[in-house]
């Protein structure tokens, strides 16, 4: 009896492994890159399902998101984009310190006893944004500059490189803090998501957090047109994307797949929080196409 059952766990072992391995294959395997067309298709798919759920969208509180789109109809000249994250923006309270997102000349007082208890990365994003000296002086953002931050305190945290990534982009942007420490800092933390995106074929919502980063940290070079068409495959037919890549039906309408936790019982739903990173996403790269073709016909 033992030997089968361990024969059976030998068994199931292998299959496990073999199946990892496959996925970390075909996750790195050589592919030609998105044509400009299909990466607007994509994007422009990715708009609509944006207006087919505004309302939703201008209720919600993470303005960050907002900040994606905003940045995306800059990029991009979208009207579109840029229309709806206005609406948004002029809703806000005018002292709300996300002010800071859209408008670097915010007088919105960024106390840190005012900020409640928001998470670690929210508050570099702030320093970031503002260059606030008190914020800049706290040990928790002080300790997101340093390159082993998530390793020593999110050590499971998916997502935590991919933040802590931004915050240091919104310094640079801005100027806080020594910048050639910072830049520095930014390629070690490149490096370190390019290894994620290596290893964890999960083509979930922080799979596309990370050729994000790789892209709008000024490191295109470094994303595989694999996981550049791995991001366009896993685009829902409604436009946007989700937090779940299914693998398995389990019934008409659930599956057993990927999540952020690893694998579990679900069904794919598109989000605003993996949407609007898609749509940032796309606008980076169909800029950088226009700007590439602009280049050619210059020189010819």
Not at 182 to 197: G, H, M, S, W, Y
């Amino acid at each position: 009896m033992i030997k089968k059952i361990t024969k059976l766990m030998a068994l199931i072992l292998g299959l496990v492994i073999l199946t990892g391995a496959v996925l970390v294959y075909n996750n790195n395997r050589q592919l030609p890159p998105p044509s400009a067309a299909e990466l607007n298709a994509a994007l422009d798919k990715s708009i609509h399902w944006l207006l087919a759920n505004r309302s939703q969208i201008l209720s919600q509180k993470n303005s960050i998101l907002i900040w994606m789109l905003s940045e995306g109809g800059h990029r991009t000249g979208d009207q579109r984009l840029q229309k709806l994250a206005a609406e948004y923006v002029q809703a806000m309270p005018v002292f709300s310190p996300w002010q800071f997102f859209f408008n670097s000349n915010s007088l919105a007082p960024l106390k840190p006893e005012h900020l409640g208890e928001l998470p670690d990365y929210n508050l570099l994003f702030l320093y970031g944004l503002s260059c606030d000296q008190t914020l800049g002086e706290l040990d928790i953002v002080r300790r997101q500059q340093e390159e082993n931050f998530c390793r020593d305190n999110h050590p499971f945290g998916p997502a935590c490189l991919t933040h802590q990534l931004m915050g240091l982009r919104f310094m640079q942007r801005r100027g806080c803090g020594p910048q050639a420490e910072n830049v520095a800092l930014i390629a070690t933390i490149q490096d370190k998501i390019e290894r994620q995106l290596t290893w964890d074929p999960r083509v979930v919502d922080v799979y596309i957090q990370r050729v994000l980063m790789l892209v709008e940290s000024g490191a295109p070079e470094r994303v595989k047109p694999v996981w550049l068409r791995n991001v366009l495959k896993a685009q829902l037919p409604d436009g946007g994307w989700g937090g779940f890549q299914p693998l398995i039906p389990v019934s008409a309408s659930r599956y057993l797949g990927f999540s952020q936790k690893l694998i579990g019982l679900g069904r794919p739903t598109s989000n605003l929080h993996a949407t609007a990173q898609g749509v940032l996403l796309l606008s980076l790269l169909t800029e950088k196409k226009a700007r590439s073709a602009m280049d050619s016909q210059a020189a010819n």
